[in-house]
């Protein structure tokens, strides 16, 4: 028993997770570039009371340098297309009231300011509800967009990202509550002395700021995270309000969130502060033997040579078709693109003793992230256990194709866990940081001032 209460996000990745997913029967490949779609899946989440809806990025289509090498498998590659998330999350605020709108934007290959008055026009537009996933890009194809040849170093990319945060959310400080006295009597229309300037000079940045924009009703967007390597975990357990990750087994989820927890307190922060919430992939049945059925039927859908593309971004550029499908996984050279990504699969392989052709399957069924194959029931009590065990503050729900499955999830196992008493019945407040809990971060300035005062 735990009286802690499970965090859900529904994770959308259009138009399926699965890479074969979009072959199915009741999938809607359509929904990649439809916002009708986007809304639908949202509203469903929002109706089952959800924390929030995430929709990840990349700036460029994954594998467009074999692409244009004209690789024939890759025509037949999904999770190629989708909307650009902040306009999407912005148009979803409008229809939608209490979810939180939670989206990915790299700090590789964007300007803070940019960024921080984008997320802050949505925390306004959602009053309240937005959240910005700080990641440092994956796949190597964006960097060819952006006048690289290739990403710069994993940790340059690490040092930008800290850089980045503090400018973002210094940026987000600029205006102090009654900073905008707006007074028509005496033609007053700000406080001088509640505006500040960021004058930030750093190795990345030179922003003078201010931002042209106040802080929203949450103080600032919840701060999100998904690196899992080392430096990615320091900068989320310094930072970051929740914590996406990739978790398939529960001891690896229990030291993960161990981990987390514990260089959050080494950071003075309360351990409450920060929300862990590994990937889930439901895949449900009406027995065990139904819901074995239904995946062995996805599986079949996906021909091999597709599987083996999943694991393109992780092989550290190692072209993997010349390798024997029967065979084992061959060394990898080092990834500077998702290192704990690479460490994840390369563990799943040699642990289960699995061919290359087995865990190109494996990964490209659930991207890295737990799939959990077995009756409504069953996930309750699997997700119940990681709550209680401590291996996770919640889940990131993502599914092998839209809507179905999705909606199955919504009216069949969340019922269960609000009867279980370990998901909320109704939303506790308005905005995103009151749903889940955290705390609204002070100014910065005003925290000063007072501090001077006393
Ligand atoms: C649930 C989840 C979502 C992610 N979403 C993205 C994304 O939208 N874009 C991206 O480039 N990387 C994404 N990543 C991967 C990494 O977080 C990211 O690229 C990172 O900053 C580098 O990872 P590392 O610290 O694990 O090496 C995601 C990872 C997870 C677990």
Request: hydrophobic share 35%.
């Given at each position: 028993?735990?009286?802690?209460m499970?965090r ?8 399926g997770n ?7 029967p ?6 990649d570039?439809?916002?009708?779609g986007?809304a639908?899946i ?5 109706a ?5 809806i995430?929709?990840q990025?990349?700036v460029?289509?994954s594998g467009?340098?074999q692409?244009a ?9 999904s999770?190629t297309v989708?909307?650009?998330p902040t306009?999407?999350?912005?148009a979803?605020?409008m229809?939608t009231?209490?979810i939180?709108?939670?989206a990915t934007a790299?700090?590789?290959?964007n300007?803070?300011y940019?960024?921080a ?5 949505i925390d306004h537009?959602?009053?309240g509800?937005a959240g ?7 796949i190597?194809?964006e960097?060819e967009?952006f006048g ?6 994993h940790?340059e ?11 973002v959310?210094?940026l987000?400080d600029s205006?102090?509550?009654?900073g905008?006295?707006r007074?028509?009597?005496s033609g007053v229309y700000?406080?001088r002395d509640?505006?500040h300037?960021?004058?930030?000079v750093?190795?990345h ?8 924009i ?5 103080g600032w ?6 690196g ?6 320091d900068?989320a357990?310094?930072?970051?309000d929740?914590?996406?990750?990739a978790?398939t087994?529960i ?8 981990d987390?927890?514990?260089?959050a307190a080494n ?9 862990i919430m590994?990937g ?15 995946y ?8 091999d040579d597709v ?6 971004h992780?092989?550290g550029g ?9 065979g084992p996984?061959p060394d990898?050279?080092p ?7 690479q ?13 290359l ?11 890295g992230?737990?799939v959990i194959?077995g009756?409504?029931?069953y996930?309750a009590?699997?997700m ?6 401590e291996?996770?503050d919640?889940?990131n729900v993502v599914c092998?194709h ?7 999830f919504?009216?069949?196992?969340v019922?269960?866990?609000?009867q279980?008493g370990?998901f909320?019945k109704?939303y506790?407040g308005?905005?995103l940081r009151?749903?889940?809990g ?10 000063a001032r ?5």
């Amino acid at each position: 028993m735990t009286n802690r209460m499970l965090r859900l996000g529904g994770f959308f990745s259009v138009p399926g997770n699965h890479l074969a997913g979009w072959r199915h029967p009741d999938a809607i490949p359509t929904y990649d570039m439809d916002f009708q779609g986007y809304a639908h899946i949202t509203q469903v989440a929002e109706a089952a009371k959800f924390d929030c809806i995430f929709f990840q990025d990349t700036v460029g289509v994954s594998g467009s340098r074999q692409l244009a090498r004209g690789e024939r498998a890759r025509s037949k590659l999904s999770r190629t297309v989708k909307l650009e998330p902040t306009a999407t999350l912005a148009a979803l605020a409008m229809v939608t009231e209490r979810i939180g709108l939670v989206a990915t934007a790299t700090t590789t290959y964007n300007e803070p300011y940019n960024i921080a008055r984008r997320f802050m026009s949505i925390d306004h537009m959602s009053e309240g509800r937005a959240g910005w996933n700080l990641v440092t890009s994956q796949i190597e194809d964006e960097s060819e967009n952006f006048g690289f040849d290739q990403h710069m170093a994993h940790a340059e990319r690490y040092e930008r990202a800290e850089e980045f945060y503090e400018v973002v959310t210094g940026l987000w400080d600029s205006w102090e509550d009654g900073g905008l006295v707006r007074d028509k009597e005496s033609g007053v229309y700000m406080d001088r002395d509640k505006v500040h300037f960021l004058d930030h000079v750093g190795k990345h940045f030179k922003v003078k700021g201010p931002l042209n924009i106040t802080r929203s009703p949450q103080g600032w967007p919840v701060i999100a995270q998904a690196g899992s390597s080392e430096a990615g975990r320091d900068l989320a357990a310094r930072t970051a309000d929740v914590v996406f990750t990739a978790q398939t087994k529960i001891d690896e989820a229990k030291a993960f969130y161990a981990d987390i927890k514990q260089r959050a307190a080494n950071y003075g922060r309360s351990p409450d502060d920060i929300k862990i919430m590994p990937g889930l992939t439901p895949v449900l049945g009406k027995t065990m033997d139904d819901a074995r059925a239904n995946y062995e039927y996805l599986q079949s859908l996906m021909p091999d040579d597709v599987a083996l593309l999943s694991l393109t971004h992780i092989s550290g550029g190692l072209d993997l078709t010349k390798f024997p499908l029967d065979g084992p996984l061959p060394d990898l050279p080092p990834s500077n693109a998702a290192k704990a990504r690479q460490a994840l699969v390369v563990k799943t392989a040699r642990d289960n003793n699995m061919t290359l052709r087995q865990i190109a399957r494996h990964t490209a069924a659930g991207t890295g992230h737990r799939v959990i194959v077995g009756t409504a029931e069953y996930m309750a009590d699997e997700m119940e256990k990681w709550l209680t065990e401590e291996a996770a503050d919640g889940f990131n729900v993502v599914c092998n194709h839209y809507p179905k499955p999705f909606e199955d999830f919504c009216t069949e196992v969340v019922p269960l866990l609000q009867q279980r008493g370990v998901f909320r019945k109704e939303y506790e407040g308005k905005t995103l940081r009151e749903n889940l809990g955290l705390k609204i971060p002070e100014n910065r300035y005003t925290k000063a001032r007072l501090k001077e005062a006393s």
